[in-house]
């Protein structure tokens, strides 16, 4: 089975507190250059970058996935991931919905660009998507599933809206199936700490804001499915992070 070096945490202009040059074409050249594979646009609170980042990612033959970093009701940023684009839209619409509405001041938090094909802004986002939403944990859960897609905790190893520092502990019963690390040497730590981790799936991604934040391609996933088929790539992807080893 072929094997994809991945990063399945990485923010666009979209999200405020990244760099305005994180442009869907900049992100796919950078990934590529890093010798990335399997990527993910996580912008914070939506997925409206999405559609121009597959198109420039399959420019450079990097299977994109659709994706973005929830904050959740209980301030958990949650990644959710999904096999199609659609899928994700459909998703982006919801928490639209479910976003605490508060106007951005980019001034303060950074711009908010939505970008067209051609990488150019075509329009700025007005109320700040780094708000938390009325979506909690469970029911993003159940939303993304629904969706075909898959959620689970974002950098549980960091004290910013990482799940076990703002619940104090990791839940003996999670729902979900997978979480991320920001760092791959906290692994047996945390497994030491929480052993149900040691039954999940888990992912080490960057969270990159800047260009020079993004994998370098020392991560990989083993997936049984064939690079020129991108769909069964994300297929595939979805499949293992919803792998439950118990």
């Not at 928490?95 to 700025?124: A, C, S, T, W």
């Not at 979506?135 to 076990?164: K, W």
Request: hydrophobic residues 40%.
């Amino acid at each position: 089975m072929p094997a994809y070096n991945y990063d399945l945490h990485v923010h666009s202009c979209l999200s405020p507190c990244a760099d305005d040059d994180m442009t869907p074409a900049n992100i796919a050249g950078m990934a590529s250059i890093n010798g990335l594979h399997l990527l993910a646009l996580t912008d914070h609170n939506s997925s409206k970058n999405c559609p121009a980042f597959f198109r420039h990612a399959a420019r450079y033959g990097i299977v994109p996935v659709a994706g973005m970093e929830l904050t959740t009701s209980e301030d958990i940023h949650a990644i959710c991931l999904f096999c199609d684009l659609e899928s994700a839209m459909k998703f982006d619409r919801i928490v639209e919905e479910r976003l605490i509405r508060v106007k951005n001041k980019p001034e303060i938090f950074g711009h908010q660009y939505v970008v067209n094909d051609q990488d150019e802004p075509i329009r700025e986002i007005e109320d700040l998507v780094i708000n938390a939403t009325t979506l909690d944990l469970s029911e993003a859960f159940s939303l993304v599933d629904s969706l075909g897609g898959v959620c689970y905790p974002a950098h549980i190893d960091r004290e910013a809206n990482g799940i076990v520092a703002t619940l104090g502990t990791f839940p003996e019963d999670p729902p979900y199936t997978a979480f991320e690390l920001a760092c791959g040497d906290a692994l047996e730590s945390y497994r030491e700490r929480f052993p149900i981790l040691d039954r999940l799936s888990y992912v080490v991604s960057s969270d990159a804001h800047q260009l020079w934040n993004l994998s370098d391609g020392s991560n990989a996933l083993t997936l049984n499915a064939p690079a020129d088929d991108p769909q069964a790539v994300r297929r595939a992807l979805i499949a293992y992070l919803k792998t439950n080893r118990r």
